[in-house]
């Protein structure tokens, strides 16, 4: 069972950036796509960004397009979340996620992180 382990999170202020990092515990056919899911309190969990591990494909959700930047590592599987300008509306559990395609890791993905937590205080 493919584990991903996300870190990063923490407490900011409008305006300040963020780096979310996420490792999977082996590398897998099931990873091949990677991102990012968040959840806000009281809300249902939205997309946020998706890359694939080979190439450089990336797609993004219309709210964070500009802020957020999704990247890898290609040395090690890992994936991050380069969060500028952050506003209160993005504060969230930001969940990695992955599947070995990009319509099931929009829809459903595969795999789940714990998920950190973002705050961000007006």
């Known amino acids: 069972q493919v584990q991903l382990v996300e870190s990063g999170g ?3 202020q409008a305006g300040d950036s963020l780096r979310l990092s996420c490792v999977a515990s082996q ?3 099931s990873t091949y796509w990677r991102g ?8 249902e969990r939205e997309f946020v960004a ?3 591990l080979v190439g450089r494909a990336a797609h993004y959700a219309d709210s964070v397009k500009g802020r957020f930047t999704i990247s890898k590592d290609d040395t090690d599987d890992t994936i991050y979340l380069q969060m500028e300008n952050l506003q209160p509306w993005d504060t ?3 969940y990695c996620i ?3 395609n ?3 890791l929009l829809r459903n993905p595969q ?3 714990q998920g950190t937590q973002v705050t961000v205080s007006s």
Request: cysteine-free.
């Open 10 to 12: 923490g407490l900011v």
């Open 27 to 29: 590398y897998s056919d």
């Open 36 to 43: 990012w899911s968040r959840q806000a309190p009281g809300k």
């Open 50 to 52: 998706a890359i694939s």
């Open 92 to 94: 969230a559990i930001y």
């Open 98 to 100: 992955a599947d070995p």
């Open 102 to 104: 990009l319509g099931g």
């Open 111 to 113: 795999h789940w992180g």
